[in-house]
């Protein structure tokens, strides 16, 4: 089975929003990676709008020729943006005003009675939802009772170790990945995942989909964008 490759363009929104000028522009990124191998496009619009701003989620609606997977958090306001552009996908992470980045995955077991109308609004509005998750078995069956159709296993952690401590959770990705498909839910993956660390993430055979965005922008600054998600591509076909 293909694995498809999201890349997420936050981090240009970063670039342009240093200055509070109008470039470089993450539309521009976008129709960019889509045309050297992105086969969808991620973006991360905050509750702070730290980088991604609502005129860029607007943009990327009406311009993008890829899917749109727009990553939010459980609010009733991100919800309603959600309804108004109606992106093909929207992936549900925790968010803290304070952190750096998505610290830690959605905890969809406590949280079920907040995510159960959202996941129910979002479908019916044809809205694919995928949840940011723990590779774990708890968060596994708590997506499962949301009946969610897909689920994003945060590689963060997996990132950040070496040795033996990432042997583990390669490990427990994989076993979540095989119990997500087994209950039906489509895997993608994401978080921390650079050319060095991304291969045996693309080999579990039941990750569908990647999301990558901070090293891919970093790379660019070196080779260009379009050659960044060449090599990636190239590094995830590699490993299937
Ligand atoms: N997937 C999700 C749900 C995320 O929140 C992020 C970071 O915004 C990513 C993937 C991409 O992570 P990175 O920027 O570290 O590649």
Known sequence: ??????????????????????????????LLAAETGADGITAHLREDRRHITDADIAALSEQLTVPLNLEMAA???MLAIALRHRPHAACIVPEKREELTTEGGLDAHALHNRLAPMVAELGAARVRVSLFIEPSAVQVAA????????????????????????????????????LATKNGIEVH???????????PIAAIPQVRELNIGH??????????????????????????
């Open 75 to 77: 609010t009733d306001e």
């Open 189 to 199: 993956a994401g978080h921390g995942l650079t050319y060095d660390n991304v291969a």
């Open 143 to 178: 997506a499962v009772r949301l009946g969610v159709p897909v689920v994003e296993l945060h590689t963060g952690r997996y990132a950040e170790l070496d040795g033996a401590a990432r042997a583990a959770e390669l490990r427990r990705l994989a076993d979540a990945a095989a």
């Open 215 to 240: 090293f891919l922008i970093g790379e660019a600054l070196f080779v260009g964008l379009g050659e960044a998600v060449r090599r990636m591509r190239d590094a995830m076909d590699a490993a299937r």
């Open 1 to 30: 089975m293909t694995l498809r490759l999201g890349v997420n363009i936050d981090h240009v929104a970063t670039v342009r929003n240093a200055r509070g000028v109008g470039y470089p522009d993450p539309v521009r990124a976008a």
